[in-house]
């Protein structure tokens, strides 16, 4: 992938956190895939798996690193291409932690603390708030604004982190002048929110206890057919998409997602059908969608020096970007050069 200064650019990023659900991959990579798909020829494609924000909370070394190179390997499978994207590593890249200190002295102990983030995993996190959980935000401010980033597509969760890093880059650029790109938050379609196969009413959650209530990218075609098979629905016994049949409303929307059909097709498709008939073909189009991710995944893992290489240009690349915004801002607030 070739940046260019005259393209905007487009950046993401994603915790390493490994083993993702179908919800993951329908309610976002898709369509991050989308839309690198349909305009890399006029915008710059960069994404970042984030494991300088991951050890925020407790690691196990070995697996953060194989999650990593997980990460990178199940977004390269479901999509996003090295022709038309720059994938990294963030600690791959100094210069996130250089710019990430330098913006936490120009963000506020006061707006660190409204986050919403912070105050959600302190709570569940008493024993271990430490000081990067709190500084977070301007750790992802530097991710963003080292690559003069104009779109940033991130689901809700995050829009208050794109909104501080706004400020941030604001204020640095009324004290300095002109120096970092406003970036803007690129709210990711909605609609398809997946929900848990057993209490359809909540998000599907890997981390549910029932095991049949989420089906994951690297399930066996067996288990898939077998979690759908089980799926709660209602007493009804057709299939069609309306108010209070949560359940069939959710597996219509898998079932939409991974054949292109619209809610009406399918409706006459299972037309004088019952659920179990309905519940084996979502089973048997979510096992076929998955099936060419699952090979990719595998072809490129047995590869790992391929994936290890390609991140090391990559980083290159990252770094030679982001080296040009860091020496800016080093020179404007004063340090002096070596
Ligand atoms: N905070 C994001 C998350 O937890 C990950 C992230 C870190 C990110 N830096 C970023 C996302 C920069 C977009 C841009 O999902």
Redesign the pocket.
């Known amino acids: 992938m070739e940046f260019s200064k005259e393209k905007k650019t487009i ?5 390493p956190s490994g083993n993702l659900t179908i919800g993951n991959y329908l309610g976002a990579i898709r369509n991050w895939v989308a839309l690198q798909n349909d305009s890399f020829e006029t915008h710059n494609f960069l994404y ?1 798996v ?1 494991d300088m ?1 991951a050890i925020t909370v407790r690691q196990v070394p070995a697996e953060l690193r194989r999650r990593t190179l997980e990460t990178v390997a199940i977004y390269m499978a479901c999509g996003i291409d090295p022709e038309k994207s720059l994938l990294f590593v ?1 600690s791959h890249v100094p210069a996130h932690a250089q710019l990430g200190w330098v913006l936490d002295c120009y963000t506020m102990f006061g707006e660190l603390s409204r986050m919403t ?1 912070f105050k959600d995993k302190s709570a569940k996190n008493a024993q271990n708030i430490n000081a990067g959980l709190f500084t ?1 935000p301007a ?2 401010a530097a ?2 604004l080292l690559y003069q ?1 104009d779109l ?4 809700l ?2 829009k208050q ?2 909104e501080i890093t706004r400020d941030i880059a604001e204020r640095f650029n009324q004290i300095y002048g002109n120096t970092f790109v406003i970036p803007e938050p690129y709210m990711t379609k909605t609609g398809t929110k997946i929900c848990s196969l057993q209490e359809p009413t909540k998000k599907m959650s890997k981390s549910d206890e029932n095991p049949n209530a989420c089906v994951l990218m690297f399930d066996k075609k067996d288990d898939i057919v077998r979690k759908f098979k089980r799926a709660v629905t209602d007493s009804d016994t057709c299939v069609r998409y309306a108010e209070g049949k949560d359940g069939i409303n959710n597996l219509m929307s898998i079932y939409s997602c991974f054949t292109g059909k619209t809610y009406e097709e399918i409706e006459r498709e299972f037309e004088g059908k019952g659920y179990g008939d309905f519940k084996l073909a979502v089973g048997e189009a979510c096992a076929d969608g998955l099936a060419p991710i699952q090979a990719e995944y595998a072809r490129l893992m047995a590869d790992k020096g391929y994936l290890e290489g390609m991140l090391r240009e990559n980083a290159d690349k990252a770094s030679y970007i982001a080296s040009k915004t860091l020496s800016k801002v080093y020179r404007k607030i004063g340090f002096l050069a070596k």
């Open positions: 950046l993401s990023g994603v915790q970042c984030m924000h963030q983030q977070y750790l992802m991710d963003i980033a940033v597509p991130v689901g969760d995050q982190h794109i």
